[in-house]
């Protein structure tokens, strides 16, 4: 036994000093590999940083030469923070060029990577929100080299985009005539994801043009189809708060709308979107229509909240405020100080005209409560209207019930009436003369049975 241990030992030593040289290389390949990966990544802010124009002149210069993968990938690399650095400084001219000039690197890409890279930059130069007045042409521009090319997703992908645009800039015809085109390809092709992003653009489109059951059927449609796939939190966002918007612009179901803006605020919140911001102010606005002005001042106190202060909020604190105090003039100084919050926003001018009238029924209520009879006359000068306006509404609210009471015009005034309880005396004399006239007939019929 002794000699068979001797005999394996050598063999067991020699093996682990080949184990040994065998992990050494290993090591030595690691940290040749691990240097060459840092001088690769001190070489790309090196290009980064240096001029952009330069580097993709020089580029332009090499897109005949050959390159291996790892030279594709760093040059991608590059000019996505060359599209990166534009954006941070605001150029949008610069970052259009170079979307334009980097077109035959892209040859050399496969097509999905192409489709991203070019995708990325364009998505860049729209996000920026410029108003250069450019981005039009420039997304037609790439819609029509992707074509050339025949890179049919990359095409779609940026006509979605400009169907977005058009509906931004307010040319709705156009992006509904590219979105019933577009519609009918993604379905043969069934990219679902796409498919949800253009018919929540239609669906925004037709809302726009207040063509609400073709909205409505639009929206459904995109819902339908996010149900059976993945649905980034954005997107989901995006139809939440489109369900609201449209419930609270068909049915005035304000109750399920603020459900809907909360369920996207939420969504918005938890990917840190700007459009959070928009979500909170829709549910202060469903509040305020549902007569719960109190509770706009403590969702604004909260903690969610608080990271979303700004002009949009402090508009909706200032309708608030004014519904709560029943006062129009102040409802009248808040449209005029957030004028763009309120009046230019699509969504809310939509209800500016239900919010006028609530909010003026509220102020005729407040002037006439003390009184049992005032002039017409005396109220208007009040409320700062037109007799004849403040007349017409004053019928529309006896009629509608607000209150009790009645217009006298030859005279001009108006008497209210207090709201008493009924007196249950008349129910019992009608129960009572009922009764009678029962016992009546029960006597008559006996007297002709005794004739």
Known sequence: MDNI?????PEASGSKERGDKAYGSKDKEGEMAGAMMVERAQTIP??????????????AEEENQEMDEEQLKEKETVIMEIGKKYREQGNAKELGHMIKVIRPFTKLLSKAKAAKLIRGLVDMYLDMEAATGYEVQLCKECIQWAMEEKRIFLRQALEARLIGLYYDTGNF???????????????????????????????????????LPKARAALTSARTTANSIYVPPKVQAQLDLQSGILHASEEKDFKTAFSYFFEAFEQYDSVEDPMATMALKYMLLSKVMLNLPDEVTNLVSGKLALRHSGPELEAMKAVALSAKNRSLADFQAALKTFKVQLEDDLIVSKHLDSLYSNMLEQNLCRIIEPYSKVQVDYVAGKIGLPKSEVEKKLSQMILDKKFLGILDQETGVLVIFTSESRDKTFDDVIETVTAMNAVVDRLYQAAQKLT
């Open 46 to 59: 090196a290009m980064e940083y240096g001029d952009p124009k330069e580097y993709l002149a020089k580029m």
């Open 173 to 211: 015809k156009a992006a509904l005539a590219d979105g019933s085109k577009l519609l009918k390809e993604l379905k043969k092709l069934d990219d679902k994801n796409l498919l949800v992003e253009v018919q929540l653009l239609e669906s925004k489109t037709y809302h726009a043009l207040s063509n």
């Open 5 to 9: 241990t001797e005999m394996k030992d």
